[in-house]
């Protein structure tokens, strides 16, 4: 088991950046796959950003890619969100997320969350 903890989150204006960390418990964070998602208020989580375990693939939603990378130091047990050229449509909470498998959508293990807020 893992357990998930994001920092980073605040509030910036449009065309900023911020970066978001999420620190694993656990001495097997290489073996779990992470991802990021998100959830604004009123509509449902969407999935962000994932990647897999030794950091050599990764996938975008549409609506980040070019602005957003996600990244993860194995050594640190910790997986980054930087995102650049914010905008207020970014404004959520960011979720990180964990998985012994590598796939999009399902991901067992979740942190806290972390608020970012973009104002226009």
């Known amino acids: 088991q893992v357990q998930l903890v994001e920092s980073g989150g605040g509030l910036v204006q449009a065309g900023g950046s911020l970066r978001l960390s999420c620190a694993a418990s656990?001495?097997?964070?290489?073996?779990?796959?992470m991802g990021w998602f998100r959830q604004a208020p009123g509509k449902e989580r969407e999935v962000v950003a994932g990647?897999?375990?030794?950091?050599?693939?990764?996938y975008y939603a549409d609506s980040v890619k070019g602005r957003f990378t996600i990244s993860r130091d194995n050594a640190k047990n910790t997986v980054y969100l930087h995102m650049n050229s914010l905008k207020p449509e970014d404004t959520a909470v960011y979720y990180c997320?964990?998985?012994?498998?590598?796939?999009?959508?399902?991901?067992?293990?979740w942190g806290q969350g972390t608020q970012v807020t973009v104002s226009s």
């Open positions: 997320a964990a998985d012994l498998v590598w796939r999009r959508y399902e991901y067992a293990y």
């Open positions: 656990g001495r097997t964070f290489r073996s779990y796959a």
């Open positions: 990647i897999s375990y030794s950091g050599d693939n990764s």
